[in-house]
């Protein structure tokens, strides 16, 4: 069974759109770490945010944010505003420190953001 | 710092062929590790390495190989190529997994005819 699932394969929107990624994640452990990374055409993987099980503020940075949900198992992100620099494949990874020694990546959505 | 480096960027070998990818950290981190990334398939995880002379397997370890002698390198090798490990490989590095998180390199392109 897919551990971390990202429903949504392609997104495209117009520029200065408000776009959600969506993240849902399946774990038995209380203690797990949640993570997106950023995969623009250039092909390298750029760390955006890191999140632990009991911290479940939410988190805002400049145009990006995230939803962070344990009664849903989700862990969505939100663009504001985007722009054609945000045009990227978005993963989103699941670990489990008390179970395991690796990352459970999504598929990844691929954002195509037209000006 | 140069974070983590791969060599080469781009490869192309003949099926049969065997051939190491480099990778490598100047961030004296503990943990590193190996993933392959396929079309539509995400990344993952081929071998990891939670220090010098400690490595285990991960979810598609079958035809590679690795070792880590020091901290700083985390070779993976590919013992006899074949056209299903055409992919994109990556290397990444954590001071302290799986708290913490994983900083990736460029990638290594490879195909395998």
């Known amino acids: 069974a897919q551990k971390v699932t990202q429903a949504q394969t392609e997104i495209s929107v117009v520029e200065k759109e408000d776009v959600t990624l969506d993240c849902v994640y399946e774990?038995?452990?209380?203690?797990?770490?949640l993570f997106w990374y950023k995969q623009p055409p250039s092909g390298e993987l750029v760390f955006l945010i890191r999140r632990n099980s009991f911290d479940e503020q939410n988190e805002i940075s400049g145009r990006y944010s995230w939803n962070f949900q344990k009664s849903t198992s989700s862990f969505n992100f939100t663009i504001t505003a985007s722009q054609v620099v945000d045009s990227a494949v978005y993963f989103c990874?699941?670990?489990?420190?008390?179970?395991?020694?690796?990352?459970?990546f999504g598929t990844g959505t691929s954002l195509t953001v037209i000006p | 710092n140069a974070g983590v480096t791969q060599t080469p960027k781009f490869q192309v070998l003949k099926t049969g062929q065997s051939m190491t990818l480099q990778c490598a950290q100047d961030?004296?981190?503990?943990?590193m590790s190996w993933y392959r990334q396929d079309p539509g398939m995400g990344l993952r995880l081929i071998h990891y390495s939670v220090g010098a002379g400690i490595t285990d397997q991960g979810e598609v370890p079958n035809g590679y190989n690795v070792s880590r002698s020091t901290t700083e390198d985390f070779p993976l090798r590919l013992l006899s190529a074949a056209p299903s490990q055409t992919s994109v490989y990556f290397c990444?590095?954590?001071?302290?997994?799986?708290?913490?998180?994983?900083?990736f390199g460029p990638g290594t392109r490879l195909l395998v005819l």
């Open positions: 961030m004296n981190h503990e943990y």
């Open positions: 774990t038995r452990d209380t203690t797990y770490y």
């Open positions: 990444a590095s954590s001071p302290g997994f799986p708290q913490e998180t994983q900083y």
């Open positions: 990874a699941l670990s489990e420190p008390p179970t395991g020694n690796q990352f459970y």
